[in-house]
């Protein structure tokens, strides 16, 4: 199956609160932990659980790095550069 191709300007590095579902962006996942955490947000161990790391679309909407992997070919933020 051929994979949907991306304008890498279309993604954000994202992070998921989640307690709320809201989403914190930034240039890389770090990054966006941080304004997380600067929010108030606690993640379990101290830990970003897969299933709330991901990417932001232009559109609004969030997908896990699997996700893009599967449907987009990346799941980093290196790969957006």
């Known amino acids: ?10 993604f954000k590095a994202a992070v998921r609160d989640p307690g709320t579902g809201n989403v914190y962006t930034g240039k890389e996942h770090a990054e966006a932990a941080k304004k997380a955490e ?5 993640f379990p161990d101290g830990l970003l659980d ?17 996700q893009t992997e599967k449907e987009y070919g990346f799941k980093t933020s290196a790969d957006l550069r």
């Open 50 to 66: 897969p299933a709330h790391t991901g990417f932001l679309r232009k559109d609004g909407t969030f997908l896990t790095r699997a």
């Open 38 to 42: 600067k929010a108030g947000v606690k």
């Open 1 to 10: 199956m051929k994979k949907k191709t991306f304008l890498k300007s279309d």
